[in-house]
Structure formats: C-alpha cells, structure tokens
C-alpha cells in the first residue's frame, strides 16, 4: 500500500525500498524447500564473517518446522570461532537445548560437544548439511543487509553535506 502511494507520487526509489522490503519479507515468510519428517526438535547455528562483523543465525526446528530464527550482528573483536562458541554458551544459558544441535563442521567447535546436554552433530553432507547451509546463507544476507544500509546512510550524508556545501556557496 505504502509502495503504492509512494509509486503515484512518483516516488520512485521510496517505492522500490518498500518493495525490496516486500520481497524480503515474503522470502523469510515462505515455506522453505527444505521439509523435514524429523519429530525431533533441532537448532541449527551458523555464522559468517565480513569486514570485521560476525553475523550468527540460529534455526530453531520443531517437529521439523521452523518455529524460530535468531540473528546476532556486531562487530568481531575476538577470534570468530570462540564468538560463535561463546555466544551460544550465554544462548543456552537462558533458552532450552534442543534434542539436536547442529553446528558447521569446523575443527575448534567440536569441544562444544562436551559443553551442552544434547546431541551435537557437525553435518558433512545430507539434510542436515542443507540446514547448515541455510543457515550460513541467511547470515551472509544479514551482514550483506547491514552493509547496504550503511552504504545508503553514508551516501545520504555525503548527499547532505554537498547540497549544504552548495547552499553556502551562494
């Protein structure tokens, strides 16, 4: 509605932010290809790594839905891995575990095993690797999102200041 509005008064690039919004709405809220007859509950934690932020993404699965998404974005100031572990230690101190974790099969996670209650499992091929998969895509399009909206505030401030610079000149 809002696109709309903002597409008659010709409103163009509003109208296509709205959209994107739209979109990335719908993208989250779809049904994901991946359906499981799993009846045991599951979370699924990944991470990426960009230009010094760590994003975490936690899927939480219930009789093979997703119920859940958690994301984290901040910037990295320690090593990723012992981020990544150390955020899901504080995670579980506050939230039930699952029956299964799955975790991105990464050598210096395995000590993680012994950390939780549950079964952790580091997925190398299959279903369970897809989630993992799923997971480490939607965090790179977190870190991807946060770096297009600073970008978009950095050339809206640079726009700013030109049409000030401008003003003064007159």
Known sequence: EERDIFAANMEYEKAAE?????????HVTSDNN????????EDVFAYSVDKGYISIVGLLYREGKLLNRHLLLQPL????????????????QSNPLPKQLLLPNIESL????????????FPIKGDKKKL???????SK?????KFDIISKDR????????QLADLLDW
Do not use: G, R
């Open 18 to 26: 709205k959209q994107k919004l739209i979109n990335a709405i719908n």
């Open 77 to 92: 100031y320690d090593d990723e891995n012992e981020t990544f572990s150390s955020y899901l230690i504080q995670y579980y």
């Open 132 to 138: 993992i998969d799923l997971a480490i895509e939607n």
């Open 155 to 162: 050339n809206s401030f640079e726009n700013a200041v030109n």
């Open 141 to 145: 399009i977190n870190l991807k999102q």
């Open 110 to 121: 395995s000590s993680l095993k012994e950390l939780f209650d549950c079964k952790v499992l």
């Open 34 to 41: 991946m359906q499981f007859s799993s009846s045991l509950s």
